[in-house]
């Protein structure tokens, strides 16, 4: 077994996502430890691969697909993954990236780490930590030194990094469709255009406590000033105030904008284990408290009905003073 790495690059839109360029600069980082290469692998998309190379790429595969299924792509890694002969296989740790690797750590007999925050070498193997509780405990984890190591890596862990490679080997295959049994029958996109969760740089969130009337119109309001995606908790999403892919949190996204805005979120274990790699956190929430205040750099207790009418004017003023 070499000890290269193999990087899937999940994309929108042909576009490489923010936490894949973060895993891909990652590994190069690791690679050079062990004077190894890292192989960039694309599915179903064509982008620009010198965003690869100058990630950290050193080698890219790309691989042609018409439609999205995690077992198909999981199968894809696999084959590269054993003709290649590489030592670690990584993804960012999204919805789709979690699905994947389980899969693909079954068909490689071995284990996936998820949510893998730090990563270090340690006698030519990894070791890898996790937050896992809802984010209160932090695990270490390490795989056999004769398995392939699989992990997905949370959001935000890891600085992308540009300029590491000028250039990177290409390489086009052609790797026969799996069957599977499972049958998609719809698919639910953001809109185009919109600004997805993972690789926003500001997140206005809209918890239980901002839901209601005039409350959500203001959350909202703000969401718009900012041109910032807006989000939900588990119970905003429950109520279908907004969308699945809205949620933030233990069983939804987890995110790590440079700024995040929480209006009336009380800040449960669970979407705050969603949100902890965030540069700078503001809550607003009447019950001074609420457990999000733990986490803030900024918290303002009082109604949002009442604050967010203020917020948001000042934020305009600031916005137009640029």
């Given at each position: ?232 908790t588990r119970p905003v999403i429950d109520d ?61 207790v009082g109604d949002c009905e009442k604050i ?15």
């Open positions: 077994m070499t000890k290269d790495f193999l990087v899937y690059i999940e994309t929108k839109d042909n576009t490489p996502i923010k936490g894949s360029l973060e895993v891909l600069s990652k590994a190069h980082e690791l690679s050079r430890k062990l004077n190894s290469k890292v192989i960039a692998v694309v599915i179903g998309a064509n982008i620009d691969k010198s965003t690869l190379a100058s990630n950290g790429a050193d080698y890219t595969v790309s691989v042609k697909r018409d439609e999205f299924n995690a077992r198909d792509y999981a199968s894809i890694i696999e084959k590269i993954a054993k003709e290649k002969d590489v030592f670690a296989v990584f993804m960012a740790g999204t919805l789709d990236g979690k699905d994947i690797s389980a899969y693909v750590a079954y068909k490689l007999d071995t284990v996936a780490v998820t949510d893998a925050q730090l990563i270090e070498i340690e006698e030519d193997i990894l070791k890898f930590t996790s937050p896992t509780y809802g984010a209160t405990v932090l695990t270490e984890s390490k795989i056999n030194s004769d398995k392939i190591q699989v992990a997905t890596i949370r959001a935000g862990s890891f600085e992308k990094k540009d300029n590491l490679n000028e250039n990177a080997i290409e390489e086009e295959v052609e790797i026969e469709k799996e069957e599977t049994i499972t049958n998609i029958k719809n698919v639910f996109e953001e809109a185009k255009g919109s600004i997805s969760l993972e690789d926003a740089e500001i997140i206005v969130t809209c918890g239980r406590g901002a839901s209601k009337g005039e409350g959500y119109e203001l959350v909202n309001d703000l969401a718009n000033i900012l041109n910032a995606p807006i989000s939900g279908g105030i907004l969308p699945k892919t809205s949620q933030i949190g233990q069983s939804g996204k987890i995110v790590a904008p440079k700024l995040y805005i929480g209006c009336g979120v009380s800040g449960s274990v669970q979407h705050v284990s969603g949100i902890q790699s965030s540069n700078f956190i503001i809550a607003i929430n009447k019950d001074e408290d609420a457990p999000i205040f733990n986490i803030s750099d900024i918290g303002i967010l009418p203020i917020f948001n004017e000042e934020v305009k003023k600031i916005i137009s003073n640029k």
